[in-house]
């Protein structure tokens, strides 16, 4: 053997990390077990079962995992729901899959996961891409119009499908019961990927959910803004445009034949305790958040905080620094965030109850801690502008996936790929945004902030060389 076979080094990075006390500002919901009592956490081990007696099947629900589920369905108003295993990304592909035949167009929105994209892949649909509309200030994707969707639709009239992302990532939301309607009016499904909006069914000072707004299928990460253990998700059928028997065959294919039983009693857990959340929980909730942000603002001159719709996400931007920096910065201190970008911070703070408390104050201090030398540059800027000419509601991809399986493909110098088509997914993560979609015509506009995100040193997700600069075309 050429290795030590003794050595663990992920359980061993783990215990590191875990040995710089971190405070948890990003998922899973449950922020390092905060929320889950010594008992309940070594259930989750004895919880590690299989289809025993008594224990059901999740692939063919009957006893326990039915009834949990049609509890899930009874709290958030679906004809049907169903747990995931294996996260949002097997729910939107199922939901893609059973919408869609073959040569199908399907919208998707800019801003998707790339699940998304991935599931248009496997189900041989053609995606027309919805362009994705900025905040006043362009730093901060927010959704789409209902602009967009009825330009789109007068040029693709058959659509058959329409995937949306409500909210974003960043906790940004639309008018998505608008765009619905319209969807709705031309006879397309909508799918919305809802995967950082599992709470929103608490209502205000929340956004409501799309299901309630009438959504034909609507996906969850209960791990992301629920106290569920990663990858735990949920899948809602809202109507009966949905073919339900083709929903659950896909579920089943997409899905592990030994589904965990930690993952789906943290699902259990995660619909009982939003489930019951009380008035007093959510008050106490805002005002911890008020206090939070309070305590935030008097930090430093340079530190800006944004609210964005979702009262648990909030933007953190430094005078001077770019996201990636404060972000850095800010680990020196043991405060962990969601993700940075060019000009942000994203912390995603915990749903909590009252009998519950978060180390708000002491990561207040260790914020101020980490910026307290800092000096506020005269001139500053929040990292180079990333230029955005939105003046599209759509693109079209200039190839299908079958056109795509036949070509040939080069690699050739950023500075001349405008024009080109692009041969691969190219995806900043975080954000998980696909700047160039493989099919697609690459713009002026991608090159420049393509080069954006190199030069903040941006993590690139993909099967690419554009540490020297090159990028993979089309022939
Ligand atoms: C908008 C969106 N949809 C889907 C997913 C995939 O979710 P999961 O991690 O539950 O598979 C993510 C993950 O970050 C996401 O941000």
Redo the contacts with the bound molecule.
């Keep these: 053997m050429k290795y030590d076979q003794a050595k663990t080094p992920l359980i061993e990075a783990i215990e590191r990390h875990h040995e710089m006390d971190p405070i948890s500002f990003h998922v899973p919901g449950h922020k390092n077990g905060l929320f889950i009592d010594e008992k309940d956490k070594q259930f989750f081990y004895k919880s590690d079962l299989t289809e025993l007696s008594g224990l059901d099947d999740l692939h063919d629900p009957h006893e326990a995992i039915r009834e949990a589920e049609l509890l899930l369905s009874d709290l958030y108003g679906s004809r049907k729901s169903y747990f995931l295993v ?5 729910g ?1 592909i199922a939901a893609i899959l059973a919408s869609c035949s073959p040569g199908d167009t399907v919208l998707v929105q800019r801003n ?2 790339k ?1 998304v994209l991935n599931g248009m892949k496997l189900a041989r649909a053609v995606p027309v891409i919805i362009e994705t509309e900025w905040d006043e200030e362009g730093k901060v994707p927010t959704g789409v119009t209902t602009e967009s969707i009825r330009e789109t639709l007068k040029a693709f009239p058959d659509a058959k499908a329409c995937v949306l ?1 409500y909210p ?2 960043y906790g940004m939301t639309y008018d998505v019961e608008a765009v619905i309607t319209e969807l709705h009016h031309h006879g397309v499904i909508c799918i919305i ?1 809802e ?2 909006g599992p709470h929103f069914l608490l209502g205000e000072p929340f956004p409501a959910s799309a299901l309630a707004l009438g959504a034909d299928i609507v996906i969850q ?1 209960a ?2 803004m629920l106290p569920a253990m990663t ?1 735990g ?1 949920y899948l809602h059928i809202g109507t009966r445009r949905v073919n339900e028997r083709k929903i659950t065959e896909y579920l089943s294919i997409l899905q592990s034949s030994s589904p965990s039983y930690p993952i789906m009693a943290s699902l259990d857990y995660a619909r009982s305790y939003v489930g019951t959340m009380t008035e007093r929980d959510i008050t106490k909730n805002l005002a911890e958040i008020d206090g939070f942000v309070q305590a935030l603002t008097s930090i430093h001159d340079g530190l800006s905080v944004k609210r964005t719709n979702d009262p648990l996400k909030l933007l953190l931007t430094m005078k001077g620094k770019t996201g990636y920096e404060l972000q850095q910065q800010l680990e020196k201190q043991g405060i962990f965030c969601e993700l940075a970008d060019p000009y942000y911070v994203l912390l995603i703070l915990p749903l909590m109850k009252e009998h519950i408390s978060f180390p708000y104050k002491e990561a207040a201090e260790r914020i101020y801690e980490a910026l307290k030398d800092e000096e506020v540059p005269e001139q500053a800027g929040n990292g180079d502008k990333i230029e955005r000419k939105n003046l599209l509601h759509y693109t079209a991809l200039a190839l299908t996936h079958a056109e795509m399986e036949d070509r040939e493909e080069k690699w050739i110098p950023l500075t001349e790929a405008e024009g080109e088509i692009s041969a691969r997914m190219i995806t900043p993560y975080p954000p ?1 945004i696909p700047l160039l979609i493989p099919g697609e015509r690459i713009s002026g506009d991608t090159i420049v902030r393509l080069k954006q995100y190199l030069k903040n040193n941006a993590n690139i997700q993909g099967d690419h060389r554009l540490d020297e600069n090159l990028v993979c075309v089309y022939r």
């Design positions: 294996n996260g949002s990304t097997a939107n998707c996961h699940s992302t974003t990532y990927d995967a950082h990460s791990h992301k990858m998700s998980g």
